[in-house]
């Protein structure tokens, strides 16, 4: 056990501390608690950096303008009746065009597609170089949906719910596409590639 003790990185929080030790032994021996029950933004940032997260893009067309933005805060809801739900600043271009057109296409990436990715996370790059590269079509809303993307989901807004910076946009999925690529993924500030163990 001292081993594995040694092993560990030095803890610099209260917080990492109780989650360090917890996982080294899984026990409920431990006794450090954060000194509030709230965090620093710095300390949340580092943490979620460890999150290894699908990347997909968002997109929407309100009339003849469409947008769209790389998104890691996206989640499946519920599978009867399919829903799905994604946060989305409110400062994003893409933001207003949800809004107002009532629909978003939720495009999660093959890793081949990590260009995408950079084009839509590039801040206020504009929606002809964004959807320069690519083949995109629609399905039952008419949000921009990517050819050759892992899964796609076609969502109608069902609820909008504010949230600090963020709008939580509840989805229910009137159209959806998938194939059998490998996804592309986000960790630590970079792209990555799914590797097989063993
Ligand atoms: C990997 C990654 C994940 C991101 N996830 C989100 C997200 O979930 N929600 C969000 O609002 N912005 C997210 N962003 C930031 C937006 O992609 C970025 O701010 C984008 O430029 C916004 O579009 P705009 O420049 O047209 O306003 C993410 C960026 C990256 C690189």
């Keep these: 056990m001292a081993t594995a003790h040694n092993a560990l990185p030095v803890p610099h929080s209260p917080v990492q501390a109780r989650s360090l030790a917890h996982g080294a032994e899984r026990s409920s021996e ?29 997109t929407a067309r309100s009339g003849r303008a469409r947008n769209g933005l790389t998104a890691t805060a996206v989640c499946s809801v519920s599978a009867e009746p399919p829903t799905m739900l994604v946060c ?13 057109s009532g629909a978003f296409a939720i495009n999660f990436l093959a890793d081949e597609q990590h260009k995408v990715a950079r084009l839509f996370s590039t801040s206020k790059l504009s929606p002809e170089e964004r959807f320069a590269d690519g083949r995109w079509i629609s399905l039952a809303t008419g949000s921009p949906v990517l050819d050759g993307a892992v899964a796609t989901f076609d969502c109608r807004v069902i ?19 998938s194939l059998d690529e490998e996804a592309l993924l986000y960790r630590d500030g970079s792209f990555r590639r799914l590797a097989a163990i063993g």
């Design 30 to 58: 431990v006794t450090e608690m954060p000194a509030s029950d709230s965090v620093n933004e710095a300390d949340f940032k580092t943490a979620m950096r460890q999150v290894t997260s699908s990347v997909a893009v968002i």
């Design 88 to 100: 989305i600043n409110r400062s994003a271009t893409a933001d207003g065009l949800i809004d107002e």
């Design 159 to 177: 609820e909008k719910v504010p949230s600090g910076t963020h709008h939580i946009y509840f989805g229910r999925v009137v159209g959806v596409t």
